[in-house]
């Protein structure tokens, strides 16, 4: 399996641009990138996911490196109810969708 | 679109009992849903994949006779803990996937299971 790596934790200042890192050097080709989030008690909300192209949707961006090996999500305009806990994923191939989460970033944006 | 819905959302139940949970995907078709589990500051934890019209299949250290999953349509998938103990006590979270090159996974709301 791919893993990834991601700080344990980030601030952000609500209105600010929170950018989250996330390694993952032994991705394969044909692995997506997805990023989840988790608002306390939720249950994971899907954000972007991606393979080679840099993505954009109306929650936020997603900016793959050219060499696939690690990617950052962008969320432009921080608000408060932004913080939760993302998880960077790559999911292997041939698993049928199967998803192994990580431990994840977690992001507290501040007034 | 892709709304995963589950029920109940909470759930408090003496040690014995068995509790049903029920995990719909309202807006599209399912082949495929996932059971995880969450304990409390820990990460979400893959229990079973549950495909329509056959068997699910158990992550390692998973009692499949503990943790029934029934999945008879495209939109439904059941977990049912039986005995339940109060070491079952967590977080019961489903996802159905939706198909296609991306193969996205949609997460339910969650339910918190409870036994005394």
């Known amino acids: 399996d791919a893993k990834t790596t991601q700080p344990p934790s980030m601030d952000c200042a609500e209105g600010r641009a929170a950018n989250l890192p996330c390694n993952h050097s032994?991705?394969?080709?044909?692995?997506?990138v997805y990023w989840y989030r988790q608002i306390h008690s939720q249950g994971p909300q899907y954000i972007i996911h991606?393979?080679?192209n840099n993505e954009t949707n109306e929650m936020a961006s997603l900016i793959i490196t050219e060499d696939r090996k690690s990617s950052t999500l962008i969320l432009p305009h921080a608000t408060l109810r932004d913080t939760a806990v993302y998880y960077c994923i790559v999911r292997p191939a041939g698993s049928y969708g199967k998803l192994t989460f990580g431990q994840g970033t977690i992001l507290t944006v501040h007034p | 679109g892709a709304v995963v819905s589950q029920h109940p959302s909470r759930v408090i139940c003496k040690s014995g009992t068995s509790v049903k949970i029920e995990c719909r995907s309202l807006d599209f078709q399912a082949t495929t849903m996932f059971w995880y589990r969450q304990f409390p500051k820990q990460s979400l934890m893959l229990m079973a994949t549950s495909n329509e019209g056959s068997k699910a299949t158990y992550e390692q250290g998973v009692e499949k006779d503990k943790f029934l999953i029934n999945h008879a349509s495209l939109t439904l998938s059941t977990l049912t803990v039986t005995s339940a103990h109060p070491e079952d006590s967590s977080f019961y979270i489903c996802?159905?996937?939706?198909?296609?090159?991306?193969?996205?996974?949609?997460f339910g709301p969650g339910t918190r299971l409870t036994v005394l």
């Open positions: 991606g393979l080679k």
């Open positions: 996802s159905a996937r939706l198909g296609g090159s991306a193969d996205t996974q949609y």
């Open positions: 032994t991705i394969s080709g044909n692995e997506y």
